[in-house]
């Protein structure tokens, strides 16, 4: 049965020891995962975009009764309603055109006797909610342009980056369903809640990529690091996962240098303006402001070590004259605001 699983990918792929960090928030959400995972409720995660929720699905399963049974990953978000609708739930033959002969069983289904999860469940649409609310009430599925009532065997574990209360109270999300999904409830902390994993992580991914791209690097430099560390990491672990393949495919020596992780954080940011800031309000976030303050102590410890010579001070800092003078400008104008 694992093979045949394994086979169609309905095998959950993570468990615990893949959820790596040391900080107590991250070891508390563990611990409540792993007693979830032992009784036979629905779970609702709670989690910012590339916090890991996955992965405690994922792990979930692997430790509960269910766990040699299907497990089924749903992106709500990735499917317009009519798909998503015939995915879950199956159709009969002749239900609309270009139906499969014989019909099609629907992911519910696939999932007889282990688990669906079901991300983002905040966009599925109204009428979905309601097919669902069903499903969780009663354990029964029909499959599109069918009268016969399938019984199921299913456990759903729900996710969603959005606060499912305010939408309830907007009347954007069923409030009988919200309570159905409701029953054991599990908040991802954010990357920038648990800063001290940020060293563990990065380590994680160098030696990955290492491998990936056959390099060799050792680490990162002492300021790169704290860079990374100051950083706000609105993507979470996806960003920092992102910005780490990127550095070790940029970076040639034994270690990543500040002022390439600088650049990385700065052209992945999401908070650089469009439109010039007006005097006296930067739209600048705290680690953005820490990540300036070092940029800057770099570059004045460049020119001071390279007595004032431009040329050389870009050197020592690996970047190109000409970068260095945009730098300097930056600089510049910031001191005159």
């Given at each position: 049965?694992?093979?045949?699983?394994?086979?169609?990918?309905?095998?959950?792929?993570?468990?615990?020891?893949?959820?790596?960090?040391?900080?107590?928030?991250?070891?508390?959400?563990?611990?409540?995962?792993?007693?979830?995972?032992?009784?036979?409720?629905?779970?609702?995660?709670?989690?910012?975009?590339?916090?890991?929720?996955?992965?405690?699905?994922?792990?979930?399963?692997?430790?509960?009764?269910?766990?040699?049974?299907?497990?089924?990953?749903?992106?709500?978000?990735?499917?317009?309603?009519?798909?998503?609708?015939?995915?879950?739930?199956?159709?009969?033959?002749?239900?609309?055109?270009?139906?499969?002969?014989?019909?099609?069983?629907?992911?519910?289904?696939?999932?007889?006797?282990?688990?669906?999860?079901?991300?983002?469940?905040?966009?599925?649409?109204?009428?979905?909610?309601?097919?669902?609310?069903?499903?969780?009430?009663?354990?029964?599925?029909?499959?599109?342009?069918?009268?016969?009532?399938?019984?199921?065997?299913?456990?759903?574990?729900?996710?969603?980056?959005?606060?499912?209360?305010?939408?309830?109270?907007?009347?954007l999300f069923r409030a009988d369903l919200f309570y159905r999904i409701n029953v054991?409830?599990?908040?991802?902390?954010?990357?920038?809640?648990?800063?001290?994993?940020?060293?563990?992580?990065?380590?994680?991914?160098?030696?990955?990529?290492?491998?990936?791209?056959?390099?060799?690097?050792?680490?990162?430099?002492?300021?790169?690091?704290?860079?990374?560390?100051?950083?706000?990491?609105?993507?979470?672990?996806?960003?920092?996962?992102?910005?780490?393949?990127?550095?070790?495919?940029?970076?040639?020596?034994?270690?990543?240098?500040?002022?390439?992780?600088?650049?990385?954080?700065?052209?992945?940011?999401?908070?650089?303006?469009?439109?010039?800031?007006?005097?006296?309000?930067?739209?600048?976030?705290?680690?953005?402001?820490?990540?300036?303050?070092?940029?800057?102590?770099?570059?004045?410890?460049?020119?001071?070590?390279?007595?004032?010579?431009?040329?050389?001070?870009?050197?020592?800092?690996?970047?190109?004259?000409?970068?260095?003078?945009?730098?300097?400008?930056?600089?510049?104008?910031?001191?005159?605001?």
């Open positions: 049965m694992r093979k045949r699983l394994r086979a169609r990918g309905h095998l959950a792929k993570y468990d615990f020891s893949d959820i790596l960090g040391e900080s107590e928030k991250i070891k508390d959400a563990i611990e409540k995962a792993k007693r979830f995972g032992k009784v036979d409720a629905t779970v609702l995660i709670y989690g910012e975009t590339g916090t890991g929720k996955e992965f405690f699905a994922h792990a979930i399963h692997n430790v509960s009764s269910r766990k040699n049974g299907p497990f089924i990953a749903v992106n709500c978000a990735a499917m317009p309603e009519s798909l998503l609708e015939s995915e879950l739930f199956g159709y009969a033959e002749g239900a609309f055109t270009g139906a499969k002969k014989g019909g099609k069983r629907g992911l519910f289904e696939a999932a007889d006797g282990g688990t669906i999860f079901l991300d983002e469940i905040s966009e599925m649409s109204d009428k979905l909610q309601t097919r669902l609310l069903r499903v969780l009430q009663e354990y029964e599925i029909m499959r599109l342009g069918d009268n016969r009532v399938i019984r199921i065997d299913v456990r759903v574990i729900a996710a969603t980056n959005r606060n499912l209360h305010k939408m309830v109270a907007e009347k054991l409830t599990l908040v991802i902390p954010s990357l920038r809640e648990r800063r001290e994993d940020i060293p563990v992580l990065v380590d994680h991914f160098l030696h990955l990529f290492n491998r990936k791209f056959g390099k060799n690097i050792k680490g990162v430099e002492r300021r790169g690091m704290e860079l990374l560390a100051a950083h706000d990491w609105p993507g979470n672990i996806r960003e920092l996962k992102n910005i780490m393949e990127r550095l070790v495919i940029l970076s040639d020596g034994e270690y990543i240098p500040a002022e390439l992780v600088a650049e990385s954080l700065y052209t992945s940011s999401e908070w650089r303006p469009t439109e010039p800031v007006r005097q006296g309000q930067p739209d600048v976030t705290p680690g953005q402001r820490r990540i300036s303050r070092l940029e800057e102590e770099a570059i004045r410890e460049a020119l001071i070590a390279a007595k004032g010579n431009k040329k050389k001070a870009a050197a020592l800092l690996g970047i190109s004259r000409t970068t260095l003078w945009r730098r300097l400008k930056k600089l510049q104008r910031g001191e005159h605001q």
